[in-house]
Each structure stands twice: as structure tokens, then as C-alpha cells.
């Protein structure tokens, strides 16, 4: 209050006035450390799909440009587009309206490791009846091969595909 410039009554002392020149970061750092916690918080979140137990691969990353539609069957075999459930007899339908018909739109598969390989089997079966001719499995890159470079020379630690039709 000292370099305020006003006496105790609250008129101007002469020649006291001082602008204030220190900027008070306590608001800019309250702020920060809010969108710190808020964007710690989302970001786990923003993952898309339906939560599987990938297998493990040594196949090399996927490199695609666009973000492709995946079908992902969960450990229960429940069929999902993306992360909206789907009947098995309506998959068809449901991937042509969304892919307007389009065949080579590129398509991934998801199985969870701990569901029967029939079941990811008949998936792909009715996709590829269906016309659909880029069809691949989605696994993961094993966990002890973390900061390795796999034979292909890229990092295993994104999704890999594992086989294409």
C-alpha cells in the first residue's frame, strides 16, 4: 500500500504516485495449472475404440494417411463399427452406408485375443463376401520391444498390421 501514493485520507501525496510495473503471475499460473489437470484428465479419454486385449505382432506400424473404419469384436464377440454396437446381421448394411459402397475403403479388424478365432473369422468373411477388399487385423507390438526398432525399421510401439487380404 506504500506505493499506492494516497494519504490516509485518500487525496494524492505530490510527486508519490508510481505506476505499477510487476505483473502479477499468480492468476496466469492458477490458469495454467486448471488447463494442466483438465487436459490430463481428457486426454486418456480420447482414445477411440472399444477397450480390446490386442495380440501381439512383429508386423510394422500402419502408415495410413485417412483414419480408417475399424470393426472391432470385443471379448464377449460383440460386433462394433467404430464404438457403436452392431448385429452380425446388420454389419453389411451398416458398412455400406457408411462407406457408400466404396470396396477398396480400407478396413481394420479388432479381436480381442481371449475370444474364439471363429468368430474373427466370420467377421472377416462377411466383409470380404461383401466386396470389401481391404481387409486387415489390427495387433499390437509385444511389450518387452518397447524402444526397439523392429527388421522393417520403424518403432513397435503403435499398432500393427498384422495380415491383409
Known sequence: ??????????HRLP???RPMSEINVTPLVDVMLVLLV????AAPLLTVGVPVDLPQTQAPPITEPKEP??????????????ETEVP??????RLQAITASNSDAPLYVRGDKAINYGRVVEVMSLVGAAGYHKVSLIAEAPKG????????????????????R
Open 1 to 10: 500500500m506504500a506505493a499506492s501514493g494516497l494519504s490516509g485520507n485518500g
Open 15 to 17: 510527486g508519490r504516485y
Open 38 to 41: 483438465v487436459f490430463m484428465v
Open 69 to 82: 473404419l475399424v470393426i472391432t469384436i470385443n471379448g464377449e464377440g460383440r460386433i462394433f463399427i467404430q
Open 88 to 93: 452380425t446381421d446388420s454389419l453389411i448394411p
Open 145 to 164: 520391444a518397447a524402444g526397439k526398432v523392429t527388421p522393417g525399421g520403424t518403432p513397435p510401439d503403435r499398432p500393427a498390421r498384422a495380415a491383409k
